[in-house]
Every structure is written in C-alpha cells, then in structure tokens.
C-alpha cells in the first residue's frame, strides 16, 4: 500500500508575514491529519524556509523547496544547493516543475542533475513530468512524458529512485482551471507506473508515489485519489488557501 502524499507548491507567492500565517493554518487544518494516514508537505519560496519551518515545528507536515541547484557549493550566484536546503529543514524539494522546464528553460539533463543532487544530500526529490496541450493534441503525451522519466531519472539504481515521488502535471491543467479527468489522468499515471517497471522491476514501482497535479481542488480531489494509480496530488493554487488544502489533504485519506 502507498501512503498517499499531498505537497502545495506555494511558488513565487505570499510575503513574510502571510507565509508564517499560511503555515500556522495549515497545522491548524490538516496537522492532526498528516503524517498518520498521508504525508503531507508544504513549498514556500527559499526566503520563508526557515521561518515556515518553526511554524510547522510541532506538525508532522514537512517543509519543502521548490527548485536545488545540482553543485555542491561555490560561485553559482543566485543558486541554492541541497545542503543549504537540507540545513533549512527541508525534507522535500520539487525538481523540473513545467514552470522551471517552459518558463526558466530547464532541460531534462539539467533536471536529472538536480534529481541527483538532492539525493545526493539526503532530500526526498519530487520529479515533475507533463506535456504541453500541443504535444496532447498532437498525441505525443506519451513520447514526452517517456522522454522526461527516463532522462530526469538516468543513471539512478533501484535503491537510489526509491526516495523519488513521480508528479505528473499536464501543463495545460496547471493552473488553468482546466483538470485533466480522473480517467485522463490515470492514463497516464498507469504509463508512468509501466515505466517504472520496465526501469526498476514491478516490486518498487508498486513502492513510488505518483502525485497527480493540475488545478486540483477540494471537490476533484478525491475523485482523482480514488484512481488506481494516483498516490497523491500536488496543488498549487489551492494550497494558497488553508481550508482547501486542508479538504485536499482529507479528500487524500
Ligand atoms: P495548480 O498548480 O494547482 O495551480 O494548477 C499545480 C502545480 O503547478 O504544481
């Protein structure tokens, strides 16, 4: 049995002030809940890590970032590395985000290389993986999403990629409004999972988490959970608002 997993990706929003406050409602909201019956993780801009961290402290809701740099330390201004993340208190960090991949221009080899890198420091990676609507309307969803899993986990060994949580956000539902359908979505969860298999044999693929991402919601959140291959989801926009994110994470259970 996978334990399901909920994340809110915060991206470039809130301030100081409003990220402490975001946090202390989320505990409020799902802190009894996490951890229990369903992993649950928060991802503030770096600037807010630590403090969001101390408002989580007595939770069992993990703090995460939203991007790593792959080198260890030195003139890389402007970067930060898993170390760094690691000293904040993160346990989690989103690599190869479709708005890092199409809007930062991030390649596939950079990803794996910010894949490996948070291993290699002891973070629990989540690797984001979708298609654009021209590549689904042009019916490679499946070349692309193939391409993305095995670039952005080349090189791994089966011990490695056990650590790694799998999101698949087709980009043309995140933050849209535009959910792909609990059928839709499986699809391709059930590609990633054969892919898993074909890589490191059936026993871990039943092991790794697959998030489903993409203007998730309180009212499509379970109906998304409650498809075979769906382990999790990882909400952007909603996790902006406690009460949402705290139905998301009880729609997970
Ligand atoms: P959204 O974002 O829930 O606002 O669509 C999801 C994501 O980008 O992770």
Redesign the pocket.
């Given at each position: 049995m996978r334990k399901p997993f909920v994340a809110g990706?915060w991206?470039m929003n809130t301030d100081g002030h409003g990220a402490v406050k975001l946090a202390e409602e989320v505990v409020a909201g799902c802190g009894e809940t996490a951890g229990h019956k369903v992993d649950v993780a928060v991802c503030p801009p770096f600037v807010y890590l630590q403090q969001v961290g101390k408002a989580l402290h007595s939770s069992h809701i993990a703090l995460g970032a939203q991007d790593v740099y792959f080198e260890q330390k030195g003139a890389f201004t402007g970067e930060i590395s898993a170390a760094m993340l690691k000293d904040t208190g993160c346990t989690y960090v989103i690599c190869g985000?479709?708005?890092r991949r199409h809007v930062i221009g991030e390649t596939d080899e950079l990803i794996n290389k910010k894949v490996k890198a948070a291993l290699a420091g002891g973070l629990l990676p989540i690797l984001?993986v979708g298609e654009l609507l021209e590549q689904r309307k042009a019916n490679k969803t499946t070349d692309v999403v193939t391409r993305q899993m095995k670039e952005g986990l080349a090189g791994f060994s089966a011990e490695k990629v056990e650590a790694v949580t799998i999101?698949y956000?087709p980009v043309w539902?995140?933050?849209?409004g535009l959910t792909a359908t609990p059928e839709q979505a499986q699809e391709v969860h059930a590609l990633i999972r054969g892919l898993l298999t074909e890589m490191y044999g059936k026993k871990l693929s039943n092991e790794i988490r697959i998030q489903y991402?993409?203007?998730?919601k309180p009212d499509n959140a379970g109906e998304l959970m409650g498809q075979e291959d769906i382990d999790g989801l990882?909400?952007?926009?909603?996790?902006l608002k406690a009460d949402d994110f705290a139905a998301i994470v009880k729609a997970a259970v």
């Open positions: 990706n991206k985000h479709s708005e984001c999101a956000e539902a995140i933050g849209t991402g993409g203007s998730v990882l909400v952007g926009g909603a996790s």
